[in-house]
C-alpha cells in the first residue's frame, strides 16, 4: 500500500500558466526526492531535501522550485508552464541512507499545450 | 562515469514462460542494488534489493541476483503473467555521498502476451 501520495495524477494546462505538484507521504521520512521521466527514458533528480528548510537542487537542470516546510509535505512549483516542461513526476521518500525504505508515489503526467 | 546499463531494451514473451533480465552496473563505491517494476503511468514498485554480501534474493515468482565482482545482476520471472507486462528498471545506489546517490537504468519494458 503506497504511503506517498501524490496529485494530480494527470495536468493538462496552458503555457504560461503557473502550477503546483503535491506530494504527501506519511512514513515520516527526513528525505525527499523529485524526479523527472520521459517515456523509455531514465529517471533524473530534479530536486531533493534532507529535512524540513532543506532544499537541494539535483543532477538535471530543472526551472521548477521546491518548498519543505512540513516533514510530509514537499511540493514542486512550475511558475510558468512551457511545452518543454511536458513530462511524468515522480516523488519518492526514504528514511535514513537509502535503504528499504525508498518509496515512489504514482507519479503526475503533466502536460502543457 | 557512474552507469547503469539494461538489457534487452524490450522483450514480448508468451503467458506462462520464463524471462531474464539483465543490468550491468560500473556505479562505485557500490552500496545496493534495486530492482523495481513501473506500470504504465505509475511509480516504481520496488521488488528487490541487495547488498554486496547477497547473491540471490527472492520475491515470489521474482527472483534476483547479484555479483558484485562482474558487477551484474539478473532478474528471473517465473510463470509469466499478464500482469506482469510493465517497464523493469534496475536501480544502484553508491555510498560515496550521505544522499546514497541513486543511479537509474532505463528499463527492459517486457510484454506477455497471451
Known amino acids: 500500500e503506497a504511503d506517498i501520495y501524490q496529485t494530480p495524477r494527470y495536468l493538462v494546462i496552458g503555457t504560461g500558466k503557473k502550477i503546483t505538484l503535491e506530494c504527501s507521504q506519511t512514513?515520516?521520512?527526513?528525505?525527499m526526492y523529485w524526479y523527472q521521466q520521459d517515456p523509455g527514458m531514465e529517471l533524473h533528480l530534479i530536486h531533493y531535501?534532507?529535512?524540513?528548510?532543506?532544499?537541494e537542487k539535483g543532477d538535471l537542470s530543472s526551472e521548477s522550485t521546491v518548498s519543505r516546510i512540513r516533514t510530509e509535505h514537499f511540493p514542486l512549483t512550475l511558475e510558468s508552464a512551457r511545452p518543454s516542461h511536458t513530462s511524468q513526476y515522480l516523488c519518492?521518500?526514504?528514511?535514513?541512507?537509502?535503504?528499504?525504505?525508498?518509496?515512489f508515489g504514482s507519479g503526475t503526467r503533466l502536460t502543457v499545450v | 562515469k557512474n552507469q547503469v546499463e539494461q538489457s534487452p531494451q524490450s522483450l514480448i514473451i508468451l503467458e506462462g514462460k520464463n524471462c531474464t533480465l539483465q543490468?550491468?552496473?560500473?556505479?562505485?563505491?557500490?552500496?545496493?542494488l534495486r530492482w523495481y517494476k513501473q506500470d504504465t503511468g505509475r511509480g516504481p514498485v520496488s521488488l528487490t534489493i541487495?547488498?554486496?554480501?547477497?547473491n540471490t534474493k527472492s520475491n515470489g515468482r521474482y527472483t534476483a541476483t547479484l555479483d558484485a565482482d562482474t558487477k551484474q545482476s539478473s532478474l528471473h520471472i517465473t510463470a509469466s503473467q499478464l500482469s506482469d507486462s510493465a517497464s523493469y528498471i534496475c536501480?544502484?545506489?553508491?555510498?560515496?555521498?550521505?544522499?546514497?546517490?541513486?543511479?537509474f537504468g532505463r528499463g527492459t519494458q517486457l510484454t506477455v502476451w497471451p
Open positions: 519518492a521518500s526514504s528514511d535514513v541512507g537509502t535503504g528499504n525504505g525508498y518509496t
Open positions: 512514513m515520516g521520512h527526513d528525505k
Open positions: 531535501s534532507y529535512g524540513v528548510n532543506s532544499t
Open positions: 543490468c550491468n552496473y560500473t556505479v562505485s563505491p557500490f552500496s545496493n
Open positions: 541487495m547488498t554486496f554480501s547477497e
Open positions: 536501480v544502484v545506489s553508491d555510498r560515496g555521498s550521505t544522499l546514497g546517490r541513486l543511479y
